[in-house]
């Protein structure tokens, strides 16, 4: 196989150097967009933006002035409903808690539903998609394609809503609601590039040589696939914790007295408008989070985008 | 003739997605743990009339045939009965839904005249001041969930600012219009009582704003971007140059096909924001569906969340095929076909 690469190219290389030879490319590629994604300022604030909060939330026990308060069940009746101060950055909630520890808890949670909801839904939007498009036409198509319209065609969040309220309302059973929605997404996604990719000739060369369907799905059309695949996981994250919020802020998700930023805003809504910090700190933390997803998927857009060219 | 056949081939493929939607509520309601005929009557009911029960609600039978009886009674309005009002399905939602409607519906207006015209400012001021200020505007409300807008606009204008109410459709004190459509404002209007028009507009402000804020910031910004990628066509430069005047140009050849793309997914953000406004609904104590919807949630009353699906997902098909009917008028190569058949 070394010997065909070089002899093919004409050139007296070998294996390794090309390889060394790709390598290269591809680190100069990565400086490359590094410099690019670093001259649009939001980028980096959301990017940043992002890498704190993922920090302050593995690290929320050491860094949170009252862990406690957000880990097991705690109530201090002397300190309830203060407004925020310099002890309390964001107040403390009815029953004496203090907000700014559980918010920092509580992108723990919505972390973990962003993260878990996309790495269940991605590998299989993209598979289905990938075999419906490369056997367009074909009975699976059909099969896989009507089924995805069936599911495109409620807004997830109602769907979402009424798989969680029949499952036992928790953080695990809300994630698995979300993404049982999500997957039609990145199927009609991946089929419609790999309907345009299964005409390729890169794709009939394989076909000819006898490769594996395998083979073809996955390193020959899916490669080529990635870059919209990685734009959309970037932006859907903000999406995600949008929808894992609304649903804890129902009751059908993350469960009191565990702070799910989306339980507290609810629980706090009752005693609005008069102790409105104890829901508007959380309201603005999704936001924030939200906020810095988008910018950084942003960013990434661009960045794939241009590289396309 | 074009569009009667558009219509009968989208009614058909909503027609199968209604039935494959049934389907999955289907499945949805019957995979749940628990008897639902146990449900219905309680814990302390003797086994012989939850057993009559199972049998009059046809569960002894198999899953196909009681998806059968499960979709004609549904084909007939009837949705059985809900365990939360011990009222007919059908009668709550006839009851509820106005109310929701008469949200979305205001939200999708705010929706449609703030966002195009956020939209077309921008692309007509692109790159200066107004345009930077309708970008941050439209990404606000793209990263805020509506929940968090009801409570901002809650907060500002309903208490800090004291400028509307705060609670349900109409003040205390009110005289209630006759129910005719279910529409507060419609109603008021049909029977002449301004007073409660002008108070339902009132209290339907803030909830609507807080449902528009996330579509309307997506309907500018799709705005914006076709209404800057039509700018630089050809056509363009071809009407200026036969000075026409500036406003003309962006009305009327400029405006109409850009909106192509905001219709379309106007489609989308409308049934989206009837989702949302079982959020927004909460916090503004709307008596809509999405009260009646909650509780059925939370006591797990089967027959009134697949209904409420159901409804919502009719809903949203219908709304697609006007969309779609809206957006076929909009585009300029039917219209160039009329014209030229006259």
Not at chain 1, 217 to 233: A, D, H, Y
Not at chain 2, 29 to 37: E, H, K, L, S, V
Not at chain 2, 87 to 99: G, K, L, M, Q, Y
Not at chain 2, 228 to 250: C, H, Q, W
């Amino acid at each position: 196989m070394a010997q065909q690469t070089a002899e093919w190219t004409g050139f007296n290389i070998t294996e390794q150097e090309l390889r060394r030879m790709r390598w290269q490319t591809r680190r100069e590629n990565l400086g490359r967009s590094w410099y690019k994604f670093s001259r649009n300022p939001l980028s980096v604030v959301g990017g940043a933006t992002v890498l704190i909060i993922i920090l302050a939330a593995i690290f929320a026990p050491y860094i949170t002035p009252y862990p406690d308060h957000a880990t097991r069940p705690f109530t201090d009746f002397a300190n309830a409903s203060q407004p925020p101060s310099l002890e309390h950055w964001f107040g403390t909630d009815e029953i004496g808690r203090d907000i700014f520890s559980r918010t920092v808890f509580g992108f723990r949670f919505s972390l973990t539903m962003g993260v878990v909801v996309l790495s269940m839904v991605v590998p299989v939007g993209v598979i289905l998609g990938l075999i419906a498009g490369y056997f367009q036409g074909s009975r699976i198509d059909t099969i896989i394609m009507r089924i995805t319209d069936i599911f495109l065609a409620v807004p997830p969040l109602i769907l979402a809503l009424a798989i969680a309220s029949v499952l036992e309302p928790n953080l695990f059973n809300s994630m698995v609601a979300v993404s049982l929605m999500w997957w039609p997404w990145y199927t009609r996604l991946v089929y419609g590039q790999a309907t345009a990719l299964r005409n390729e000739f890169f794709v009939s060369s394989a076909e000819v040589t006898g490769a594996s369907t395998a083979h073809i799905l996955f390193r020959e059309i899916l490669p080529n696939t990635l870059s919209p695949i990685f734009t959309k996981i970037s932006l859907d994250m903000g999406w995600v914790i949008i929808i894992g919020a609304s649903l804890s802020f129902v009751g059908l998700g993350v469960q009191p007295p565990k702070p799910g930023l989306g339980t507290m805003v609810a629980s706090g809504a009752k005693y609005l408008p008069d102790q409105w910090w104890i829901s508007l700190f959380p309201a603005l933390a999704i936001v924030v989070l939200v906020l810095g997803f988008n910018l950084l998927g942003d960013g990434l857009r661009d960045l794939f985008a241009a590289e396309e060219i | 003739m074009r569009t009667l056949t558009f219509i009968a081939r989208r009614a058909f493929h909503a027609i199968f997605v209604l039935l494959g939607l049934s389907i999955v509520i289907f499945i949805i309601a019957r995979i749940m743990p628990g008897d639902p005929a146990r449900v219905a009557v309680g814990a302390r009911a003797p086994e012989w009339v939850v057993e009559q029960l199972r049998e009059q609600m046809h569960l002894n039978d198999p899953l196909p045939i009681q998806y059968y009886y499960w979709l004609t009674d549904a084909l007939h309005g009837d949705f059985g009965i809900s365990l939360v009002t011990r009222r007919n399905v059908a009668d709550d939602i006839r009851e509820f839904f106005p109310a929701s409607l008469e949200l979305a519906f205001t939200s999708l207006l705010i929706t449609a005249v703030l966002g195009i015209g956020l939209g077309t400012l921008s692309a007509r001021h692109k790159d200066k001041f107004i345009d930077n200020v309708v970008r941050v505007i439209s990404y606000m409300g793209v990263v805020t969930p509506s929940f968090v807008f009801a409570i901002l606009f809650l907060l500002l204008f309903g208490y800090v600012l004291d400028l509307f109410p705060t609670i349900g459709r109409l003040s205390e004190g009110v005289p209630r219009p006759p129910t005719v459509t279910g529409f507060m404002t419609i109603d008021s209007l049909l029977a002449g009582n301004f007073t409660a028009l002008f108070d339902a507009l009132h209290h339907l402000i803030l909830p609507a704003m807080a449902l528009a804020m996330g579509t309307m910031a997506q309907e500018a910004r799709i705005t914006r971007a076709s209404m800057s990628e039509n700018l630089t066509k050809d056509y363009i430069a071809a009407i200026r140059a036969f000075g026409v005047p500036e406003r003309t140009v962006m009305g009327r050849f400029l405006l109409k096909p850009s909106l192509i793309a905001t219709i379309s997914i106007m489609g989308l953000d409308f049934a989206g924001g009837l989702a949302n406004a079982f959020l927004v609904e909460l916090i503004f104590v709307w008596p809509g569906l999405s009260r009646y919807g909650m509780n059925a949630i939370l006591r797990k009353d089967l027959n009134a969340i697949s209904a409420v699906i159901l409804v919502l997902g009719v809903v949203f098909i219908v709304v697609n095929i006007i969309v779609d009917l809206v957006v076929a008028r909009l585009d300029p190569r039917i219209g160039l076909r009329a014209a030229r058949s006259d």
